[in-house]
């Protein structure tokens, strides 16, 4: 049967296009093994996500693969952002969208992927649920990356975010039977594995590795701190710059735009995407606001170049008090050396315990954490590097997965 001239059935029938895709992807496999005599190991990472190149759970786990031997089909949303990866890396990107139309075709060519995939990683929910209705033709591995937690908790909730939580609810079905049928997890932290084992009533002898949102230590290590900053807003050594990296959906950050700093060396500076929020005109003589994209390789050295880490999460926002521990921004700057500040998280605790900084109950004690690290500033700042060697290097953190998928 020549199936590479075969016409592709019509889009009515989703039975129809998985057996036509079977076979599609069957005859490709035979002519990869005729025509080489070897299936390269591959991994196939889905994420509904657009924002890949923004955060280092998506973008380590992909590059790690690739380095220890993976050819990486990498598929996710397609959005205003760009993934960018070394071209010695055997990565292949593909781009996908959600609507009706583009289900199919993105299904098609997963499916591909899948049929001769010895690893296959997806995040919830879309992707996940996806990926688990053609696993049963695929061999490989079945993980689950835990980035966001869906639960049916809806306390402290706006009206806003009640509504896409319940229209959810169909998706918390799809996503609990999907996770628990995966071979094994990735999670960003354990208090985040234990909520989501919870939730989706996974075994307790459900295999789950732990791997921060954090950098690799060859970022941390190359390059020197990035005069960027300093130079933009012609700020003095002797100016402490205070940086918060990341969004700004999050409660506190309001109050921080007008902010009074009464100590003129003290900057807080937020690096931000701000889509269509005009906050410039809330903004106090002492909040500087950057905008600038950055390359993905460039923002530990970036970062490096600021004083003090901001963390700004509410213990009262449930949202919040999940996704503030596993932050990109927290492993980011760990990963530069930098002291923190973090609003008064439970979570966050360890941070002092650690000496890597100061825990705030209220915004107007920023000041006054600021002039406590610098007293000890070179105290912080190696507790700081020392806590990211120990428990968020990505390239350590991840290399027991790394070795379980050897051994599969």
């Known amino acids: 049967m020549d199936l590479e001239n075969e016409t592709q059935p019509t889009k009515d029938s989703i039975d129809e296009f998985f057996s036509w895709t079977i076979k599609k992807a069957d005859h490709r496999a035979i002519s990869t093994v005729k025509s080489s005599g070897v299936i390269a190991k591959k991994a196939v990472l889905v994420f509904n996500r657009h924002y890949v190149d923004a955060h280092f759970c998506y973008k380590e786990l992909t590059i790690q693969l690739a380095k220890n031997g ?122 985040r594995y234990n909520l989501v084992r919870e939730v989706n009533q ?60 009464k100590d003129p060396k003290i900057k807080v500076l937020i690096q931000a995407r701000i889509n269509h929020r005009n906050i410039r005109d809330q903004l106090s003589d002492s909040i500087l606001l950057s905008e600038n994209f950055f390359p993905y390789e460039d923002m530990v050295s970036l970062t490096r170049g600021a004083d003090i880490g901001l963390l700004l999460y509410s213990q009262e926002n449930p949202e919040e008090r999940r996704n503030g521990p596993t932050a990109g921004k927290l492993g980011l700057y760990l ?54 060697k120990s428990g968020y290097e990505y390239t350590k953190m991840i290399q027991p997965f790394i070795e379980w998928t050897a051994n599969g």
């Open 335 to 388: 990963a530069a050396g930098l002291p923190l500040i973090a609003c008064n998280l439970s979570s966050f605790e360890w941070i002092e315990d650690e000496g890597c900084g100061v825990l705030i109950q209220h915004l107007d004690q920023l000041e006054e954490a600021v002039n406590q690290i610098k007293t000890r500033y070179g105290y912080y700042q190696e507790n700081a590097k020392r806590v990211f």
């Open 70 to 191: 993976y050819q990486v089909d990498l598929y996710y949303l397609k959005g205003d952002q760009e993934a960018h990866f070394d071209p010695s890396l055997d990565i292949r990107v593909y781009r996908f969208g959600q609507s009706a139309t583009e289900l199919f075709s993105f299904l098609f060519r997963l499916s591909g992927s899948l049929f001769k995939a010895h690893l296959v990683v997806a995040t919830p929910q879309y992707a996940l649920h996806w990926v688990y209705q053609l696993k049963w033709w695929s061999r490989a591995r079945f993980v689950c990356l835990s980035d966001e937690v869906y639960t049916d908790d809806y306390s402290g909730y706006s009206a806003e975010q009640k509504l896409l939580a319940e229209f959810q609810a169909k998706w918390r079905k799809r996503e609990i039977k999907a996770h628990q049928a995966c071979d094994a997890t990735i999670a960003l932290g354990l208090d």
């Open 202 to 261: 996974l075994n307790e002898l459900h295999k789950v590795f732990i791997v921060p949102n954090a950098p690799s230590g060859t970022r941390q290590d190359s390059g020197e701190a990035s005069n960027y900053y300093r130079n933009t807003f012609k700020l003095t050594r002797d100016q402490l710059i205070v940086l918060h990296s990341g969004g700004l959906k999050w409660d506190l950050m309001d109050d921080l735009f007008t902010l009074p700093i």
